[in-house]
Each structure stands twice: as structure tokens, then as C-alpha cells.
């Protein structure tokens, strides 16, 4: 949610995984499968929209490419 990326979308993104895993930022899904956690950096602003995946940090996530992510997981 830093600048770099928040200008580039990452508004969109959280707020399409929010939308596919039916969760807020800080919240888990009931089965455990996906926690969707927010930071304000993470030093990758060359690359924004940053997402960080079980540890692999993305680059120029797209809202699409998030829900096909979650897809994956649940
Ligand atoms: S603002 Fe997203 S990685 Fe820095």
C-alpha cells in the first residue's frame, strides 16, 4: 500500500482478493486457506504493484492475476 504501488493499482488488487476470498485485510478464511495480510513497502517499488505470495514476492500484480492466485489456494 505504499505510493509506488498504490498509484499503479494495488487498491484494486486488494480489493479484488478481498472479493474472491471473502475477507478483509488482517482476516483468514475460515478453512485456513488464505490470510491476506497488507504492508505499506516492501522495498520491490520497482516492480509495483508488489504482492508477496507464501514468501515469493510478484510483480505487477493485476487484480486478475490475484484472483487466479486464490483460485489456486481455495
Ligand atoms: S510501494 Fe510497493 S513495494 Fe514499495
Redesign the pocket.
Known amino acids: 500500500m ?5 498509484v499503479k493499482g ?1 487498491d484494486k488488487v486488494i480489493a479484488a482478493v478481498q472479493a474472491q476470498a471473502k475477507i478483509k485485510s488482517g482476516e483468514t478464511t475460515p478453512d485456513n486457506k488464505v490470510s491476506l495480510l497488507t504492508a ?6 520497482g516492480i ?3 504482492v508477496v505470495y507464501d514468501g515469493t514476492v510478484t510483480p505487477r500484480a493485476t487484480p486478475e492475476s490475484a484472483v487466479e492466485q486464490i483460485k489456486k489456494w481455495m
Do not use: L
Not at 2 to 6: Q, V
Open positions: 505504499g505510493t509506488a504501488c498504490y494495488a505499506r513497502c516492501i522495498g520491490a517499488c509495483a504493484p508488489a
